[in-house]
């Protein structure tokens, strides 16, 4: 089963360890050349640290199918980032696209509150003419020693759709040296979803950090509706988007994953 109509649930437990929310709009160029000084005060109060990167454009490549292809270098693209005071929220702008971050997913309704005062800001600041994608993605790690469930296969907490290899009670989980899923669905006519789930051992990029060698189950939900979404619509999209990842996310755990979670 990938999808279920088990109701919305809010887990003590949740394995939420990343969600973004981004909408890509049509270039606007002066946020590249501009700092956006009007924009962080209208949202200083709420992200008040502040700073600026420069992040490299991919080249650009013309040419093809013909006896020159060139590659061109393209200028870098600026990336600003406001900061919340405790650091668990980022909220990124560039000329292609605006993103709100969090290592701290406190359920839906406050993730969007969140979002509502930075993305009114942005609309009546720079007045984009639409959003190119609107997208969010829930990058979930379950990690069994921490739900109290050691010895326990994945096949018991995943549906089989993405532990069907593992299904196979003859052969020791520990044989699997690679078992992902990979899937890319069409939800309805303007959405649909990337999907990555397995088990692996999740890295820490931090110089120094610490690794944990702990065997972890990564179910990483990249949802997108594309096409040209009027402002205007964008929560509604988002609200869409939200109600799709609930039924592919109660889909993917078993009862016995549930009762470990720990419905509220």
Known sequence: MLFSDHPRTHYRNAPAHEVICQLRFPSILTINTVEPADFQEAIR???PQYA???????PRITGLGGPNPKVEQQPPVTNYNFVSEDNQWKLNLTKDFIALSTLRYPGWEEFALHL?????AFIRLYKPAYFLRVGLRYVNVFSRSRLGLEGVRWSELFAPAYT?????MSIAEDRFLNCGCDLTLKLDS???AKIHAGPGVVKRNAPGAPQDPEVKFLFDMDLSMNGNTPCTLAAGALETLHGHSTRLF??????RLRDA????
């Open 164 to 168: 069907a290899p593992m299904q196979d």
């Open 261 to 264: 979670l720990d419905a509220e």
């Open 52 to 58: 600026r990167r420069q992040d490299a454009a991919p």
């Open 250 to 255: 109660e889909g993917a755990i078993t009862d």
């Open 116 to 120: 509502d005062k930075p993305l009114a």
């Open 190 to 192: 303007s959405c649909r």
């Open 45 to 47: 109060a709420e992200f």
